[in-house]
């Protein structure tokens, strides 16, 4: 496990494995698949990563910390407009890289996961539902959201919607139907 905050080399091979896993998942990757795209010697990679296991759950602790990062950044008014901007950071990354969430790959591959990197899994989605759902309390509140929606039960249906929506889209090769479906799920929680 990497310990402190990577740098050079490391964050070179954190962000060659984080690619790799959002295209083809945790089963999909290698050391060997890293090591050629960041033009390295596989062997190299286990100066900072000692196993797979530990270059997984670092690439996905990083990510976690990243998206965490960009949600921090979100600066819309209003409830349902900072809905949208969350929205949009998995559209973007449909929409411009053609890849999916991290989170969401992982949660695929979830049963053949080592434990380290289930809870990061985990924890991003905790992060990611606790978000959304002090987002809809606020919009309750502020009376832009509906009162008839359990703010937990709405982020879990909303978060769950659009990392379905993003496989589908992709799948599909339709990113579009992101979108539409993030324009819906906002609309449905709208008062």
Known sequence: MLKTNPTGKAVDILNAARMLMMDRGFNGFSFRDVAAEVGIK???????FATKADLAEATARTYRQDFEEAVAHIEATSAPERMRAYGALFVTTLRDQDRLCLGGVLAADVASLPEQVRAEVRQFFAEQTDWVESTVREGQKSGELRQDLDAAT?????????EGAMMVSRGLQQP????????????????
């Not at 709405?154 to 659009?162: E, I, N, T």
């Not at 579009?176 to 008062?191: C, I």
């Open 42 to 48: 596989s062997a190299s990679i286990h100066y900072h």
């Open 154 to 162: 709405y982020a879990k249906m909303f978060v769950s919607s659009l």
């Open 176 to 191: 579009q139907d992101l979108e539409n479906a993030l324009d819906v799920l906002v609309q449905l929680s709208l008062a």
